[in-house]
């Protein structure tokens, strides 16, 4: 039966990344880069700068662009963008990129290394988004084992096509340029971090599996900043290892394992953004070229708060007569108007977006449900609600950064904190599924609804990968 089961969770496993594997071919779109900077494609660059041991990349801006009076400008600068520097960053002459180096330190470098070249960002978001996923599996299942838990293998499976299809995943697949590849290493550091957290604390401490947790979760800020909120899991793997039964120099050993790497990680990062752009906290967006000037884009606003929530959450996408039927939010993001428009205008605008709760509700179900037996869970087992707020609260979080910070919404921010949430939908289902419930129809029933908020969220998850058209899906 243990061989059957294993055979069934891998099927399902197969599932998730053949339609990861289908979506990077979406539309037509070639997998073999360009060699020069082009809109989309960013890492290679930074590949190259890296290996030849310089900072800004390797292209020199347009002297028209370096002559404006404010190469900022996006009416100004527009016609130099298009000749492959969209989204760069300008500082003191030279180009550099916002994004972290994390995924071309992984990937882009290592391809160079064994010399293949240049690599399709498409391919670098399917390869992470898959180690992502796999990554979340292992950590599902080692939580699961922590509860002394043992899931029935129809569970395994569902867990794992929740996982993996019950948020839009194959969706930044489908996208899949160095905007979708950074947040999907973000994902897969984020979650190995987790899973050798889990390992090394959880039961009998390891110092090798906290340090390696340890150093993921520092370098996913070096691929996203926003996973900074990582430190709250290695703030809380430190509160368990303290409380372990340890002798005091092997406690000390464990601290240090667990805090040096995270530490060292928080440094480099730090100095690499000091050696670029002469500040420890300036990643270059405020330096970026790009559809509005950022030197004078109101950043951190509350006002931003309710309206970033509702879209990220609870926003409908579109039910439209034809195929594929669901759609996210139309583009209502015009540069021009930015540029051109009064003080005092309201600006908030959005790239396609859709609601998570709302459009995949699996993410949202699974709280429902462990409220609704919450006493029962804190009774039988008591180590899956602190399980479950540890998950939610970092995502939680990120929601409220994300949306605090702009003045308007994407649909790929939402996998920063999705995941996390997802995660902590299926613990909670997890956990409702295990206590005693006074009739076996309520058992039926909440199983029942489970299901029938995962075939909504595939559904949708699926459909959104079938619009033809490129960029961030605004057909």
């Not at 069934?8 to 990344?17: M, N």
């Not at 021009?336 to 459009?359: D, F, H, K, M, S």
């Not at 609260?393 to 904190?417: I, K, N």
Request: proline share 7%; hydrophobic share 50%.
């Amino acid at each position: 039966m243990r061989r059957r089961a294993a055979v069934l969770v891998a099927l399902c496993v197969l599932v998730v990344v053949g339609f990861y594997a289908r979506s990077a071919v979406s539309y037509g779109k070639p997998l073999a880069p360009d060699h020069a900077p082009f809109y989309g494609n960013f890492q290679n660059p930074i590949a190259d700068a890296l290996l030849d041991h310089q900072l800004s990349l390797k292209v020199t801006p347009p002297p028209g662009l370096l002559a404006l009076p404010n190469p900022y400008d996006p009416i100004a600068n527009d016609p130099y963008r298009a000749q492959g520097i969209h989204d760069l960053s300008l500082y003191k002459g030279k180009l550099y990129s916002y994004f972290g180096p994390a995924p071309a330190i992984l990937l882009y470098i290592p391809f160079r290394i064994f010399r293949v070249g240049d690599l399709s960002p498409t391919i670098a978001t399917l390869v992470f988004a898959t180690l992502g996923f796999l990554f979340s599996l292992a950590l599902l299942r080692r939580l699961v084992r922590w509860w002394e838990v043992d899931l029935p293998p129809w569970m395994q499976c569902v867990a794992v096509l929740t996982l993996g299809l019950g948020i839009p995943m194959a969706w930044l697949v489908y996208i899949g340029r160095d905007y979708e590849s950074s947040i999907a290493c973000g994902y897969m550091l984020l979650f190995a971090g987790l899973y050798f957290l889990a390992r090394g604390a959880l039961g009998k401490s390891n110092a090798g599996f906290l340090a390696l947790g340890s150093l993921a979760l520092g370098f996913a800020v070096a691929a996203r900043p926003t996973m900074i909120v990582g430190g709250i899991f290695v703030a809380a793997a430190l509160i368990i290892v303290l409380r372990a039964r340890e002798h005091t120099r092997r406690r000390i050993a464990l601290v240090a394992a667990l805090v040096t790497p995270y530490v060292v990680m928080g440094v480099l990062v730090a100095l690499f953004n000091y050696a670029r752009f002469g500040s420890v906290t300036e990643f270059g967006q405020s330096y970026q070229l790009t559809l509005i000037d950022y030197r004078t884009y109101p950043f951190g606003r509350w006002s931003y708060l309710p309206k970033g929530v509702f879209y990220y959450l609870f926003s409908p996408g579109r039910w439209l007569s034809h195929f594929p039927y669901l759609f996210l939010r139309k583009n209502v993001f015009d540069p021009v108007y930015i540029a051109q428009a009064p003080p005092g205008t309201n600006l908030y605008q959005n790239e396609p977006v859709a609601g998570l709760v709302t459009n995949m509700p699996v993410t949202g179900i699974g709280f429902v449900l462990l409220a609704t037996g919450i006493r029962g869970v804190a009774r039988r087992l008591p180590r899956a609600i602190p399980t479950v707020v540890l998950l939610t609260v970092p995502a939680v979080l990120m929601l409220l950064l994300t949306s605090y910070q702009l003045r308007g919404t994407t649909m790929r921010y939402e996998l920063d904190f999705a995941p996390l949430i997802c995660l902590g939908s299926v613990l909670g289902w997890v956990a409702w599924s295990r206590i005693p419930h006074r009739a076996a129809w309520i058992t039926w029933f909440g199983h029942a609804v489970w299901l029938a908020a995962l075939a909504a969220s595939i559904a949708f998850s699926f459909a959104i990968t079938f619009t033809p058209c490129a960029g961030t899906g605004s057909c």
